[in-house]
């Protein structure tokens, strides 16, 4: 049994991984910056590979995170393989049954100074070099130009989007670029059209081809043994004396009046030189038209109107091969089509094939990372010295880590309106809701609610949560709606923690969600909380029903609320003096060596900062903290701040382990980090 995961499935999980960060109920993302001592044998070199043990991408990256900011929607793009435009490379044309197009290069990028220019390659000349940069002369930058860009090296070029200098810069690797979908591009789009035939053998002795200019006799009213001239039109003297000898071919006026309309030559007299096509011009040509004889391409399918020509050439070993096949009119709603030659009737000894090339759905540029194969996700950010206060400038680190939902510690909110007390270990949510019509009641033997005046089975769905509120006491519940029997009648998933037979109902939007770890008023303390506590909201107890009615203020840890833009991952201890010096990296031990021990990150005039703690290591001014070698130690104070994380509690989704990358008070680093599905 074979299998294939396709590309479409890559793109969507790549696709699911951006829309995580703008969706309503979002996932948080970070990039952690990990592992200030060195690797195994303490050394960093060679920088070894990550593995996807549990002590890899678990513990370690608890205990050797360092810090972390999250990534927003703005440092992320989807990217493809970075193939930029060079003159004398043979580029391959976009084909729709090339079971290698994905690692074929197939697109170009274009530095356009402000801005880069991203096309496709429609036509290569049958595998010619590509000499002239498509964005220059003869081609093309405005995203809702023609589908055919041509250059005078014979390429045919597709514009796909466009890209601002600042942005390629930002996201663009040495191996990757950013990709995107543009408007205008996807507005102008034919679904279905045929852009490209493609020749696949050229054949020869296709003789009936033939240039010229009109003349006023070749247009006029009455043309010698025929009469009419919508239809008629005479060729010039180099036209064949044979007669029929140009039936079934083109007629292409290829300038002058009536230029760019195709028709079929019916009927030819060769004793007169006069032709007969299939349909009058709809702009008649006249004395200033120039016209093309040639081959005709007969376009047939599920789609329509498109139609084309053949271009005959000769060279040293073969006479009158088809060269090109030139679009006229591309149609559209084709999703499968053949292509054959008709015309030369004096016969043809070696035909030439050809094959419709099918575009993608909705057409070229109509989805420009599936269509460039696109199944990564660029992301860059930068660690701007120290993040204004909120990001170590001391030490190194080594490894970079995408860590998705991870919870915090020591999460205080400043309460303002606040009702009863909160129980230890209870689930504390923060919410906005939305009240319903009509009032309620319910007690604390049941689950069922009663309303009046409700609208239930139209305003609730099951799974949402609720906040029943009595109006009389202000006493207030969250519960969840567990089954809902009519308008006026759901149940819960628990029993109220008081009586009321006249309150009101709300659904409740949840904006985040924790644990209560400690409570003194006006402040309350959690653990395991989610990274969407913000201030202006309220927050209730999920067992309590305590709650208050806003949130003025939040810190995490000893720091001030940045937005969840960073944390700080290091054991922070206060201590009251220090003794001789401690190296970096160094090992130090409290107490019982086997049991309390962590490694010296770096300290400040207030805390020592540690990581990978195990014992603990206790914040008790009795205790000293010591490096392994007794070259220095610190007399620890009262005040512990544990890592902003708590461990184990989001998931890793990428690791990469990286030399050495040093920080200072002067220096920001810019991250960029592909993750390829």
Known sequence: MTT?????????????????????????????????TQYANNSDTPVPTPGDSIIEVVTNVYEEGIFGKKINAS?????????????????????????????NDFYVAVDGGATYYVYKVLDNNRGANSTVDPAGIGGSTSESACNFITTADGYTWKLMYKVPEATFEKFATDDYMPVATSANVAGNTVSGAIDVIKIEYTGSNYVATLTGQFQADDVRETIPTMVGNTTTYRLNTSASSNNDFYVGSALYISSGAGSGQIRRIVDYNGSNRVAVVNTAFTVSPDSTSNYTIAPNIIVTGDGSNATAYATVSSNATVNNFISKINIVSR????TYASATIAGNTGGVSNTATLRAIIPPPGGHGKNAP??????????????????????TVENDYRKLIILKDPLFNDVT????????????????????????????????????ITGSGTQFSSGLKQGDKVIITDNATGNKNIRTVSTITNSTQISVSANLSFVTSFATLAVANVIAQGLKSGNSTPYITLSNSEPKFVTGYGIIGQSSGAYANNITALTVGEKSYNNWNTFDNRTRIAYTAASGSVAEDTKMYQTDISLSNAFFHSANA????????????NADPAEILASNNNTGSFTLGSVKYNPDLSKNSGEVLYIENKSPISRSVSQSETIKLTVKF
């Open 4 to 36: 294939l995961v396709t590309k479409k499935f890559k793109q969507h999980l790549a696709d699911q991984f951006i829309e995580s960060l703008t969706e309503p109920a979002n996932n948080v993302y970070y990039v952690v910056a990990s592992k200030h």
């Open 75 to 103: 440092d992320v793009i989807m990217g493809v393989p970075k193939k930029i435009w060079a003159s004398g490379t043979v580029y391959s044309q976009y084909d729709d049954q090339d079971v290698d197009i994905f690692t």
């Open 331 to 334: 149609g559209s709603d084709f």
């Open 370 to 391: 599936a269509e460039l194969g696109s199944d990564s996700v660029l992301i860059s950010i930068s660690f701007t010295t120290n993040e204004s206060g909120f990001v």
């Open 413 to 448: 909110l400043t309460m303002s309106g606040s009702v009863g007390t909160f129980i230890a270990d209870e689930t504390v949510f923060q919410y906005s809701y939305n009240t319903l019509v009509g009032t309620c009641a319910g007690n604390t033997t049941t689950t069922t």
């Open 606 to 617: 207030t805390y020592v900062f540690l990581t990978s703690e195990r014992g603990p290591i």
